[in-house]
């Protein structure tokens, strides 16, 4: 696709997106297939309701953590690779931008404390992680009662 007009597929896009595609040679029907093939790979990016997060300060924060952390998931027990940073306090609750703020986490452990769509994090923000051997770090957990 190189010698590509991007600002005419960009163009196309945004036509076939609000219904106002007017095009009606052969030629033009390439660029609306090329601008159908960007407008297709768009929606399937992960979206980010925080534009902070799409910012050089995050992305510095982000690889500072990572590195910290040594690409290491920090919940006691766990050794995947994270690849993750997560806020310790959110920032919709105050928590600093600032790397004592955050933590790395793998995919696993992203999700169990991801946020819902309220803002609220599942079970109640608390990680639980596992010891060395595979036994859950909660002392709560069903495996500890005989």
Known sequence: MSGMNWRRVHYEARSLRFGTA?????KDALGRDRAAQWLAQAERRPRVS?????TSHWLKLRAAALKRDRNTCTVPGCHQRATYVDHIVPRKQGGADALHNLRSLCAMHDNQIRQDASGKRRSGGILRGCHADGSPVDPNHPWHKA
Not at 22 to 26: P, Q, R
Not at 50 to 54: A, H, S
């Open 50 to 54: 925080d534009p902070y997060y799409r």
């Open 22 to 26: 007017n095009v009606a040679d052969e």
